[in-house]
């Protein structure tokens, strides 16, 4: 793990080196802009897509944020997206910047792409990366929590059967066995009167080293919002924001190395960050929430992450971390919030580090019990508690290399179980000769502010924190996906939520 850290400081380090004078930026503008165009100022190009095809080693794409979402044209489900495949340098990167713009995966639906199955109802093929949802067919239509289906501009109703959409006009059912949505035409109308958009498109990926993706949202994609695949080193997303995507907010495969800062995920069908492969990724001051159906984080394979100073929270319906394989996440100085009904972390085979956090909510932190749970566990420093069943359920022969729980601070209540029962941190004499928690304690947590979930006292020294204390500034990005959703004009406000 501690190779693969030194490795983290080398991407963070190298992303950020100035660049020296290279090609000429190419402008994009989807007002005054045409693809036929040569890029410039003052002939920039319409789509983001062609500048990512245009763009050379070393170079700059500058976005213009026009306060009209970017969109791109349907072509069948997932055939457009914005592929970086040239890179840059240590001292000349390839910058994109987006300067607040906004891209909408939506495509309006031509007339002649529907299939009439019956009076008033029209079939299209549809096929969202949605990764475990899709495979699950025991729901065998699309999820209430992330809206995708608009017409006219406006949202339309989820339905989850034939029988209800035939009695719904303007509804949308996903019929997930066949692989196709469904319409129904409302009476007197047609194909053409109706403007209907439904996801599409996906986002970026960076394929090649030294890539910054800085400033941009990303909305409705049929797959993901900023990912990452191949070998790219170096390469960077900053401030950019992915709202009700059917796949991942963020994805890193391959052996990609990518890191994100002050990067957050909102309503997306899957996880907000995914990595499987080889990837190796760093979160910094990020916010990942309310992702609709898979963990708010899941790592596979043979993949690496690290999370400081982020905000994980309100997944629905499974737990908040999901540990697959042989997968390696650390997580520092971050505020973990899970669902009382699930345990916030699955482990299996690799292992996952917790320092310096509040770790709040579910049935009980992590679980040894099943029989894959082969994996290792550290927690040190940090404040847990608010778990209904048990904090840790140890396995069956408890040992500190496997179970490393030190100098933590737990809610009253507050127990790990064993087959001798309940032990309770601190002051049981098993885990004591287990070498379990030592140093740690059950108080009363001294937790206030927003959701009751920072340690006003934590020290801003890594070496000294228990509980976590974040920046101001994850907060107002909780804030800005909080109280901000998805439409297809753009990011409206909608009312607070606190």
Excluded at 80 to 105: K, W
Excluded at 439 to 459: F, K, Q, Y
């Amino acid at each position: 793990m501690r190779s693969r850290l030194l490795i983290f400081s080398v991407i963070l380090a190298g992303g950020l080196t100035a660049a020296p004078a290279g090609p000429a930026p190419i402008y994009v503008d989807n007002i005054k802009g045409s693809d036929t165009y040569d890029g410039s100022r003052e002939r920039p190009y319409a789509s983001i897509e062609k500048a990512c095809r245009a763009v050379k080693t070393s170079g700059r794409i500058e976005v213009v944020n026009t306060g009209i979402p970017y969109q791109m044209p349907y072509n069948g489900p997932g055939r457009h997206g914005l592929r970086l495949r040239t890179g840059g340098t240590p001292d000349a990167p390839l910058v994109v910047e987006g300067n607040g713009a906004v891209i909408s995966c939506l495509a309006v639906i031509p007339p002649t792409a529907w299939t009439r199955e019956e009076e008033g109802l029209y079939s299209l093929p549809f096929d969202p990366m949605s990764n475990m949802f899709r495979r699950d067919m025991s729901r065998n239509f699309w999820l209430d929590g992330t809206q995708i289906w608009f017409v006219n501009g406006r949202p339309a109703p989820n339905l989850h059967d034939r029988e209800i959409l035939k009695k719904t006009p303007d509804g949308f059912w996903w019929n997930k066995k066949e692989r196709k949505v469904l319409y129904h035409l409302p009476a007197g109308k047609t194909l053409a009167e109706q403007k209907i958009e439904l996801p599409a498109n996906y986002g970026f990926y960076i394929h090649r080293d030294y890539t910054i993706v800085r400033n941009f949202t990303v909305m409705f994609s049929w797959n993901d919002g900023f990912d990452a695949a191949e070998t790219p080193k170096g390469s960077m997303y900053i401030n950019c924001l992915a709202y009700n995507n059917c796949g991942q907010g963020m994805s890193l495969h391959d052996a990609a190395a990518v890191t994100y800062l002050d990067c957050g995920a909102v309503n997306c069908a899957s996880s907000s960050v995914c990595n499987i492969g080889q990837s190796q990724g760093v979160y910094k001051r990020c916010v990942l929430i309310d992702n609709t159906f898979e963990a708010a984080v899941f790592l596979s394979d043979n993949a690496a992450a690290l999370f400081e100073e982020c905000i994980i929270a309100d997944p629905e319906p499974g737990e908040l971390i999901r540990q697959q394989r042989r997968s390696l996440g650390a997580f520092s100085n971050c505020v973990l919030l899970g669902r009382r009904d699930r345990n916030l972390v699955t482990l299996q085979a690799g292992t996952l580090s917790f320092f310096g956090c509040t770790i709040l909510h579910g049935s009980s932190f992590c679980s040894f019990a099943p029989a894959d749970a082969s994996g290792s566990i550290s927690v040190r420093q940090s404040m847990l508690g608010n778990f209904a069943r048990s904090c840790v359920e140890l396995p069956k022969f408890p040992n500190s290399m496997r179970v490393d729980l030190a100098g933590n601070q737990y809610q009253p209540g507050t127990c790990h179980l064993s087959r001798n029962g309940k032990l309770i941190p601190g002051t049981s004499p098993q885990l004591a000769d287990w070498k379990i928690d030592l140093g740690s304690t059950v108080t009363a947590l001294p937790l206030n502010g927003r959701r009751g979930c920072e340690n006003p006292n934590a020290s801003r020294r890594r070496s000294q924190r228990t509980g976590a204390l974040l920046p101001k500034s994850v907060w107002q990005l909780y804030d800005r996906l909080k109280n901000f959703e998805a439409t297809p004009a753009g990011i409206v406000r909608k009312k607070d939520v606190q």
